[in-house]
């Protein structure tokens, strides 16, 4: 059961306000005693009395300890404390030219229109209920919290509104169901065309959790402000250094969130040089590689020369088959080390090994979950071809875990346990009786009918009850 504490300096800042049993004051929340095991608890502190050993300020450390989760927490406050930290990320945030006013934002959402990119911009860097950001000649010099009783009609108004979307547990009535003993926030993208679970899948991921007790919302990127209201987040959309994925995963794990894809691996294995180096030290297979940087024209044919041709050329951060070329000759080397510099300092240049198929290894926390055989694409050197209008993949066979080479399983738990203790599917090729790895992804897919084909259900239970655990 997740409860809410509405913290206030004094009750009557709630003023005409909907009337809430989750009320208290300062005083009273310092002086609470001890909830009992397995209530989860979420605090909102709006005593406005944040300054560094105020009351305010009692409030929210003394949350942490309780292992409550907090708004704002204590990094929040001493981050909003010093200028000096905050004030270098501000520039990069986008606010409307020759301003110079001060505005509030309420859990992202602001009274002016013209500020709503800004206040979900300064709400997702700085998550406190309320904000209030002082703009000159366009520029943020100032970011304060505040508390409920600094608030104007019109702004409560607001406040309310934004709180009410939220949290949803103050303001309506609940219905007589079932109740969770957890939140679970899995993030999607419904415009992926490639999106590591299908539908039918993530039904199948909602339907076990709540065999489970946890309730699970599918939310998108634009639903970042929500993420306090969950106890965790399951990944279900591509991972990237540079998009929504990674920010959102941070951010959860910044609020205490249980986090799978983890932003460690989202860091490793989004990263293939990062890969090869962790490989090579830890002694595990993967096919003969050479790290060019770019400017080395002298290292770029070099390492051609000692790989011989056919040979595969890679961008650092590519996935599902894309930044991937084969090349057949010095001159196409020099084409795509070309294109490839032009996105990425450094690129890798593998020697060529066909198979007909790779190995697919889903690992969970350092344990084998699933083995498939992904087959190659018809009439093509990988799982993917993406050279037609419509991207095409080969067929696919999953099998039990006992039926697959030994060397492959060892080898891709051993390679995914570098890497962390997350979910990962660790793609291997077979080469004269030697497992090599080729890829750890973080993000694996995990399709209705595919990797579930062997498990079936057991799949999905799996793997909720490992985030299950992550967030007791």
């Given at each position: 059961?997740?409860?809410?504490?509405i913290?206030?300096?004094?009750?009557?800042?709630?003023?005409?306000?909907y009337?809430?049993?989750?009320l208290?004051?300062?005083?009273?929340?310092?002086?609470?005693?001890?909830?009992k095991?397995?209530?989860?608890?979420?605090?909102?502190?709006?005593?406005?009395?944040?300054?560094?050993?105020?009351?305010?300020?009692?409030?929210?450390?003394?949350?942490?300890?309780?292992?409550?989760?907090?708004?704002?927490?204590?990094?929040?406050?001493?981050?909003?404390?010093?200028?000096?930290?905050?004030?270098?990320?501000?520039?990069t945030m986008?606010?409307?030219?020759e301003?110079?006013?001060?505005?509030?934002?309420?859990?992202?959402?602001?009274?002016?229109?013209?500020?709503?990119?800004?206040?979900l911009?300064?709400?997702?860097?700085?998550?406190?209920?309320i904000?209030?950001?002082?703009?000159k000649d366009?520029?943020?010099?100032?970011?304060?919290?505040?508390?409920?009783?600094d608030?104007?009609?019109?702004?409560?108004?607001?406040?309310?509104?934004?709180?009410?979307?939220f949290?949803h547990?103050?303001?309506?009535?609940?219905k007589?169901?079932?109740?969770y003993?957890?939140?679970?926030?899995?993030?999607?993208?419904?415009?992926?065309k490639?999106?590591?679970?299908?539908?039918?899948?993530?039904?199948?991921?909602?339907?076990?959790?709540?065999t489970?007790?946890?309730?699970?919302?599918?939310?998108?990127?634009?639903?970042?402000?929500?993420?306090a209201?969950?106890?965790?987040?399951?990944?279900?959309?591509?991972?990237?250094?540079h998009?929504?994925?990674?920010?959102?995963?941070r951010?959860?794990?910044?609020?205490?969130?249980?986090v799978?894809?983890t932003?460690?691996?989202?860091?490793?294995c989004?990263?293939?040089?990062?890969?090869?180096?962790?490989?090579?030290?830890?002694k595990?297979?993967?096919?003969k590689?050479?790290?060019?940087?770019?400017g080395?024209?002298?290292?770029?044919?070099?390492?051609?020369a000692?790989?011989?041709?056919?040979?595969?050329?890679?961008?650092?951060?590519?996935s599902?088959?894309?930044?991937?070329?084969?090349a057949?000759?010095?001159?196409?080397?020099?084409?795509?080390?070309?294109?490839f510099?032009?996105?990425?300092?450094?690129?890798?240049l593998?020697?060529?090994c066909y198979?007909?198929?790779?190995?697919?290894v889903?690992?969970?926390?350092?344990e084998?979950?699933f083995?498939?055989?992904?087959?190659?694409?018809?009439?093509?050197?990988?799982?993917?071809?993406h050279?037609?209008?419509?991207?095409?993949?080969?067929?696919?066979?999953t099998?039990?875990?006992?039926?697959?080479?030994?060397?492959?399983v060892?080898?891709?738990?051993?390679?995914?346990?570098l890497?962390?203790d997350?979910?990962?599917?660790?793609?291997l090729?077979?080469?004269?009786?030697?497992?090599?790895?080729i890829?750890?992804?973080?993000?694996?897919?995990?399709?209705?009918?595919?990797?579930?084909?062997?498990?079936?259900?057991?799949?999905?239970?799996?793997?909720?009850?490992?985030l299950?655990?992550?967030?007791?």
């Amino acid at each position: 059961m997740t409860r809410l504490y509405i913290l206030l300096k004094d009750k009557k800042q709630w003023g005409g306000l909907y009337p809430s049993d989750d009320l208290l004051t300062a005083r009273q929340y310092l002086k609470l005693s001890p909830i009992k095991d397995g209530d989860k608890v979420q605090v909102l502190n709006l005593t406005g009395s944040y300054r560094y050993l105020g009351e305010g300020y009692y409030c929210s450390l003394l949350a942490e300890a309780r292992g409550h989760r907090v708004l704002p927490s204590v990094a929040t406050l001493n981050d909003l404390a010093s200028r000096g930290l905050y004030g270098p990320e501000l520039k990069t945030m986008k606010a409307p030219k020759e301003a110079d006013l001060t505005f509030r934002i309420f859990f992202g959402r602001t009274l002016d229109p013209q500020f709503a990119e800004l206040g979900l911009q300064l709400f997702d860097r700085f998550p406190a209920p309320i904000l209030e950001a002082s703009l000159k000649d366009g520029l943020i010099t100032k970011l304060k919290p505040k508390g409920l009783s600094d608030l104007s009609d019109a702004e409560e108004t607001v406040f309310a509104e934004a709180l009410d979307a939220f949290s949803h547990k103050i303001w309506r009535v609940k219905k007589p169901k079932r109740k969770y003993r957890f939140d679970l926030a899995m993030l999607v993208d419904p415009e992926e065309k490639l999106p590591p679970s299908d539908t039918g899948a993530l039904k199948r991921f909602i339907r076990a959790g709540r065999t489970l007790g946890v309730q699970v919302d599918l939310i998108t990127h634009k639903q970042a402000a929500r993420l306090a209201e969950y106890d965790g987040l399951f990944i279900r959309e591509t991972t990237s250094i540079h998009g929504p994925s990674f920010q959102m995963a941070r951010r959860a794990e910044n609020l205490g969130l249980a986090v799978i894809d983890t932003p460690e691996a989202i860091l490793r294995c989004t990263n293939k040089i990062y890969l090869a180096e962790r490989m090579e030290q830890a002694k595990v297979a993967i096919p003969k590689t050479r790290v060019v940087q770019r400017g080395d024209d002298d290292a770029l044919e070099a390492a051609a020369a000692d790989l011989g041709y056919p040979l595969v050329m890679k961008i650092p951060d590519g996935s599902f088959s894309r930044g991937v070329v084969k090349a057949q000759s010095i001159e196409e080397v020099r084409k795509h080390a070309g294109a490839f510099f032009k996105q990425s300092a450094m690129i890798l240049l593998q020697e060529y090994c066909y198979t007909e198929f790779d190995w697919r290894v889903g690992v969970l926390n350092k344990e084998p979950l699933f083995v498939s055989k992904y087959f190659m694409s018809r009439g093509h050197w990988q799982i993917y071809n993406h050279s037609g209008k419509k991207t095409q993949s080969g067929g696919f066979e999953t099998l039990p875990i006992a039926a697959a080479p030994k060397n492959v399983v060892d080898t891709a738990v051993k390679a995914a346990n570098l890497m962390g203790d997350s979910l990962f599917g660790v793609d291997l090729k077979v080469v004269n009786g030697k497992a090599v790895v080729i890829e750890v992804n973080d993000n694996p897919n995990v399709d209705s009918g595919v990797e579930d084909k062997i498990l079936g259900d057991q799949l999905y239970l799996t793997i909720m009850q490992e985030l299950v655990k992550r967030m007791s």
